[in-house]
T-cell receptor, first 112, second 114 residues
Framework: KNQVEQSPQSLIILEGKNCTLQCNYTVSPFSNLRWYKQDTGRGPVSLTIMTFSENTKSNGRYTATLDADTKQSSLHITASQLSDSASYICVVSSGGSYIPTFGRGTSLIVHP | DTEVTQTPKHLVMGMTNKKSLKCEQHMGHRAMYWYKQKAKKPPELMFVYSYEKLSINESVPSRFSPECPNSSLLNLHLHALQPEDSALYLC?????????????FGAGTRLSVL
């Protein structure tokens, strides 16, 4: 069964600090992995998408890494801002499937 | 324009009402999706339309009825809903149904069933 596990479930950090969110998956065959940011009550917004051959991808202060061998991904947020407070969802797609597998998300709270 | 527009933003309905949720995109995407999301849970896929044809129905109760009038529009017709159907309903679109495509999500419709 395809699964995506995210950790931690929630995280509180001070403004300006860095943090790293983790995603482990057992989706097979692997096609791509996406990180989304979802503000409360809003739709998810795509941050990065990575395929099998990509190890790192950046989008501003967000940097995602992918280790396809260990089936792990991380999302690193640099110099956090109050607006980074949101849920971060890891989504993994299987080859040829419409149906991606969603992680349960990490809830990040950035305090001033 | 990378926007998926959903209306209404909020909807309160009784269990005997009939209402519709609307979704629109002008990115030329040929796949559109309906998701249901409960609080603190990931989105759950309900329906997928590919080239205006229903390709996936994830065992959704018949009180939810999707419709794709054209490639830019996706509706979700609601009838005789239950209180447990209260949730955030998300529409998404992608270039086509392939797994490599990024799904762009709308802001959602917050539905409350009384």
């Amino acid at each position: 069964k395809n699964q995506v596990e995210q950790s931690p479930q929630s995280l509180i950090i001070l403004e300006g600090k860095n943090c790293t969110l983790q995603c482990n998956y057992t989706v097979s065959p692997f096609s791509n992995l996406r990180w989304y940011k979802q503000d409360t009550g809003r739709g998810p917004v795509s941050l990065t998408i990575m395929t099998f051959s990509e190890n790192t991808k950046s989008n501003g202060r967000y940097t995602a890494t992918l280790d396809a061998d260990t089936k792990q991904s991380s999302l690193h947020i640099t110099a956090s801002q109050l607006s980074d407070s949101a849920s971060y969802i890891c989504v993994v797609s299987s080859g040829g499937s419409y149906i991606p597998t969603f992680g349960r998300g990490t809830s990040l709270i950035v305090h001033p | 324009d990378t926007e998926v527009t959903q209306t209404p933003k909020h909807l309160v309905m009784g269990m005997t009402n009939k209402k519709s949720l609307k979704c629109e995109q002008h990115m030329g995407h040929r796949a559109m999706y309906w998701y249901k999301q409960k609080a603190k849970k990931p989105p759950e896929l309900m329906f997928v339309y590919s080239y205006e044809k229903l390709s996936i129905n994830e065992s959704v109760p018949s009180r939810f009825s999707p419709e794709c009038p054209n490639s830019s529009l996706l509706n979700l017709h609601l009838h005789a809903l239950q209180p447990e159907d209260s949730a955030l309903y998300l529409c998404a679109s992608s270039q086509d149904g392939g797994s490599k495509n990024i799904q762009y999500f709308g802001a959602g419709t917050r539905l409350s069933v009384l």
